[in-house]
Every structure is written in structure tokens, then in C-alpha cells.
Nanobody
Framework: QVQVVESGGGLVQAGGSLRLSCTASGSIFSINDMGWYRQAPGKQRELVASISKGGTTNYADSVKGRFAISRDNAKNTVYLQMNSLKPEDTGVYYC???????????????WGQGTRVTVSS
């Protein structure tokens, strides 16, 4: 079984920065893509950024130039550096890890519980 735990959320003023971390642990044979999603109040969950095993990144247009995703494959950890935060970045941020628990398993999505980010104006 794969466990995914996020940390690093909090309250910050507009223009500030936060760094989110997410670590996958447990029975893990292989991890492919890792990513961050967010869900604002009253809205659907949306992709913020993702990163492949080889380091190819993908960002939502709304965060390009402000957020940076990175990963440490040795630690099964993905990070999201968030700069120049805006009130519209407020929401619960969820980590998604596409992992295969055992050698004979397919890769599938594992979600964390989420970490709340609040940006005040």
C-alpha cells in the first residue's frame, strides 16, 4: 500500500511564497508522474503542475512563471515552490503520485489528504 503525505501549507499574504512537499512511502516498486492539484471553494479540482520521472514539467497557465515543481526520486518526494502568490491561489492542494506498489502491478494514482493554502489580500 502506498501512502502519500503533503506538508507546507499555511496562511500567507499576497506576494508571498510557500513551499509544499509531498512524500510517498510504503510498498512502492516504481513511480511515474507526480503532481499537484488544487481545489478552491466551490470549484472542481484542477491540475497545478506535474513532473515526469525524467523531469519533464507541465504547468497550468495560471501559475506559469510563479510556481516551480521539482522532485527527488531517491526520496520519493515532490516539491512545489510557489512565489508571487495571489488570493486566487487559495485552496486545498493535493499531491498525486502515479505509482506501482509491486513489480507486477500497474501504475495508478494515489492521493494525499491535502494541505490548505490561504492567500490573503
Amino acid at each position: 500500500q502506498v501512502q502519500v503525505v503533503e506538508s507546507g501549507g499555511g496562511l500567507v499574504q499576497a506576494g508571498g511564497s510557500l513551499r509544499l512537499s509531498c512524500t510517498a512511502s510504503g510498498s512502492i516498486f516504481s513511480i511515474n508522474d507526480m503532481g499537484w492539484y488544487r481545489q478552491a471553494p466551490g470549484k472542481q479540482r484542477e491540475l497545478v503542475a506535474s513532473i515526469s520521472k525524467g523531469g519533464t514539467t507541465n504547468y497550468a497557465d495560471s501559475v506559469k512563471g510563479r510556481f516551480a515543481i521539482s522532485r527527488d526520486n531517491a526520496k520519493n518526494t515532490v516539491y512545489l515552490q510557489m512565489n508571487s502568490l495571489k488570493p486566487e491561489d487559495t485552496g486545498v492542494y493535493y499531491c498525486n503520485v502515479n505509482a506501482a506498489p509491486r513489480a507486477w502491478d500497474s501504475h495508478y494514482a494515489h492521493w494525499g489528504q491535502g494541505t490548505r493554502v490561504t492567500v490573503s489580500s
